[in-house]
């Protein structure tokens, strides 16, 4: 399937997903990656990797999610997109947005949902004192950080962790889950149904 990765920052998730793409069996094909601010890092990384990279800058759209959305569907729409991959795209989408692209529409999470929604993930885990934590991909519903589970990896907590330690031990377990994910959703293996994700015989 012909597949956007949506990027805001470094991209490190969106590495991860071309790497694995690469390969002419993984059943995705990555033919887009776009950011919602021009100075993306991972822009300049994905160019590198001969794909194709477009932006829309947010900013001069100020408070009105929507047109900035139209405006990035614009940009998916042209190049035939598919499926989307949320990889650290840190704008909230609107329920117009998630609506049009329900069961198509992917994100990595820093955390083991539904435990720590939102922002600062790995300090939040730090706080509740939790001895396990991780990294979850799921299907992108209205509800931030909430919809059916696609695949989720643990990490311990150990004693000394810091948020950033905690977050490169979490980073290095969404680089192999999001690719799988993205397999398991691209192949049909797994599909979108409201309250959980169904899952074909034997998908793993
Ligand atoms: C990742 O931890 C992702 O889970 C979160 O933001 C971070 C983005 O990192 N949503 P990168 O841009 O993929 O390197």
Redesign the pocket.
């Known amino acids: 399937l012909r597949t956007a990765v949506l990027?805001s920052?470094?991209?490190?998730?969106?590495e991860a997903l071309l790497a694995a793409a690469a390969p002419g069996d993984y059943p995705a094909e990555i033919v887009l990656v776009a950011a919602n601010r021009p100075d993306a890092a991972?822009l300049a990384t994905a160019q590198a990797a001969g794909i194709a990279t477009d932006f829309v800058d947010h900013k001069p759209f100020g408070r009105d999610r929507e047109a900035f959305e139209r405006a990035l569907d614009e940009r998916l729409t042209t190049h035939d997109i598919e499926l989307v991959c949320l990889?650290?795209f840190m704008r909230i989408l609107t329920p117009w947005f998630v609506k049009r692209w329900l069961g198509r529409l992917i994100n990595?999470?820093?955390s083991l949902l539904p435990l720590f929604p939102g922002t600062h993930t790995h300090e939040r885990a730090l706080a509740a004192g939790v001895r396990l934590h991780g990294?979850t991909s799921h299907f992108v519903e209205p509800e931030v950080d909430a919809g059916p589970i696609i695949a989720q990896a643990a990490v311990p907590v150990l004693p000394g962790d810091t948020p950033d330690v905690l977050?490169a031990r979490?980073?290095v377990q969404?680089h192999l889950i999001y690719p799988r994910a993205l397999a398991l959703v691209a192949s049909g293996a797994v599909r979108w149904r409201e309250g959980g994700a169904v899952f074909a015989p034997g998908a793993d």
């Open positions: 990027i920052g470094r991209g490190s998730n969106m991972g990889a650290g990595i999470h820093p990294c977050a979490v980073l969404e």
